[in-house]
């Protein structure tokens, strides 16, 4: 992604971070422990929730700012 100039950040965090999250036009969330990943699609035995709610997309929107101003 940096490569394409993309705004990628490492985030600040010690320890792992492990969020999983897509915010879409401030009214959607996709949130779970499936990984995006072959091992995820193929092996693993992961979940996915999809949301439709504003004021819980502004609440995850509120968490990715926060982690994001932590980053380097």
């Known amino acids: ?5 993309m705004d990628v950040k490492q985030d600040g965090n010690k320890r792992v971070m492990h969020h999983k999250v897509f ?16 091992s995820a699609e193929s092996k693993n035995d992961e979940n996915i929730i999809m949301l439709e709610n504003p004021e819980i997309a502004e609440t995850y929107e509120q968490e990715f700012k926060r982690i ?3 980053g380097k």
Not at 1 to 5: A, I, L, R, V
Not at 32 to 37: D, L, P, Q, R, V
Request: proline share 0%.
């Open 1 to 5: 992604m940096k490569e394409k100039s």
């Open 23 to 38: 915010i879409i036009d401030g009214e959607k969330v996709i949130t779970g422990s499936y990984n995006f990943s072959n």
């Open 68 to 70: 994001y101003a932590q």
